[in-house]
């Protein structure tokens, strides 16, 4: 949590550098990189408040936690960095159509560009060693990384405008940038929306899960199952157990659900399985009668 703290302070500080500079220095490259950099900030904060949610305990009216959280956040995030994207494609067009070239001022791009590029590497670094604790971490050492790249492209545009004096390097550059961050917030939306619409996980195949089910001692089948994320990496399983074994106690049955549940977590890392576990199978003459 410190670590994305000071992240975020150190970028929220430069962030209003960033976009003073880009304005005065009528350069649209470095402007979408205080739009990419402004995302980052959002996502950050977001990060922070959505960690802080999901370490809270549950609730009678949240059973499941905040684990969710994670998700709105990360929606969040790639909506407003979808909306940051249309409007430098929509400036830079206008610049365009309209015929508008604009001077740029290469020693305060690159000088912003420079410091930029100071920051995004220290915050790289920083981020490193946690990169694969959870969706937040990650996302934020992604986001950096992605605006060293940024940094690098817009100090290279301001040093070519001044060698050859071509301005629509400044659009192009911007452009790129678009271009770069366009597939990971359109992604990270849609992995947003399939949490919420509670779709089968793509790295979870049920029918596995069901085969590895069903071979199991005292299983005799594995039906009405349903795989869902609580958040990234973050799933559940409900499903009907049939037991084998005719005549079965409660307490015969009970273990036939365990060995279930543990296989469950140890094969397929799922640790919340509901388990309905059934005598007869679902619409049976002894089960319905």
Not at 238 to 254: I, Y
């Given at each position: ?147 060293a790249l940024s940094s690098v492209a817009v100090v290279g545009a301001a040093l070519l405008i001044w060698v050859t ?125």
């Open positions: 949590m410190s670590v994305l703290v000071g992240v975020l302070l150190l970028n929220a500080s430069f962030l209003v550098v960033e976009a003073v500079g880009g304005w005065l220095a009528g350069s649209l490259a470095l402007l979408a990189d205080a739009v990419h950099m402004l995302t980052d900030v959002s996502g950050l904060l977001i990060a922070i408040v959505g960690l802080r949610l999901m370490a809270r305990a549950t609730t009678k009216r949240h059973s499941f936690g905040f684990f969710r959280s994670e998700v709105l956040a990360g929606l969040g995030n790639g909506v407003l960095l979808l909306a940051g994207l249309i409007w430098i494609v929509f400036e830079a067009i206008r610049r365009s159509v309209v015929g508008i070239e604009q001077d740029v001022d290469v020693g305060v791009v690159v000088g912003v560009g420079l410091v930029g590029l100071v920051i995004n590497l220290a915050s790289v670094a920083w981020l490193h060693g946690g990169r694969d604790e959870n969706l937040n971490m990650r996302g934020a050492y992604l986001h950096m990384a992605a605006d004096g071509w301005l629509w390097l400044d659009l192009l550059v911007s452009l790129a940038i678009v271009a770069l961050v366009f597939v990971p917030s359109v992604r990270l939306i849609r992995d947003a929306l399939v949490v919420l619409m509670e779709a089968t996980p793509p790295s979870v195949d049920v029918e596995d899960i069901t085969g590895a089910v069903n071979v199991l001692n005292g299983v005799e089948d594995f039906h009405h199952v349903h795989v869902w994320q609580l958040s990234a990496g973050n799933h559940a399983l409900s499903g009907h157990v049939t037991v084998a074994a005719e005549g079965a106690s409660l307490h015969e049955a009970q273990l036939v659900g365990d060995g279930v549940s543990e296989m469950l977590a140890s094969r397929f890392s799922i640790q919340h399985a509901t388990l309905a576990l059934e005598c007869h199978p679902c619409g049976s003459e002894i089960h319905a009668s």
